[in-house]
């Protein structure tokens, strides 16, 4: 594959981080401060919220970070390498560990809907749940037909 293709792939995934970034800096506060005023007596409503949403933000930036490895290998022709299934299967981990943490967090969304005209949290957080859960299946569809892919290599290299 071409240095090119690579390349705009590598600045697709970083252009990805930013606004996730941008959310997790301005609006996630703001999701957490509009829960502790929705349950005033439930101290602790708005830092579950917090604690959540961050939360899930960590896997999301490893999971980044895995794919610009994954690109970076396809740079060097190490494509079909052990390196990239572990990166694929990184990538899988991570999905599956957002997706819990938003599943998690569904009754803090609920009960936040609950409470507010257009119960938007909750089709968000079933949102995120779904993608995150197509991105893990993806991912492990990947990995399985890359090891594939490398064990035949290797069977190839070893009858020659």
Partial sequence: M???KTLFLKIA???IGIPILALCIFLVPKIGNFAGELYPETAYMKSLVLIDMYAAAIPFYFALY???KLLSYIDKNRAFSELSVKALKNIKYCAITISTLYLLGMPLYYLMGKRVDPPSFIPMGLAIIFASMVIAVFAAV???LLQEAIN???ENDLTV
């Fill in 66 to 68: 895995q794919a610009f």
């Fill in 152 to 154: 035949i290599k290797s």
């Fill in 13 to 15: 995934v970083i252009l």
């Fill in 142 to 144: 990947l990995q399985r």
């Fill in 2 to 4: 071409k240095r090119g």
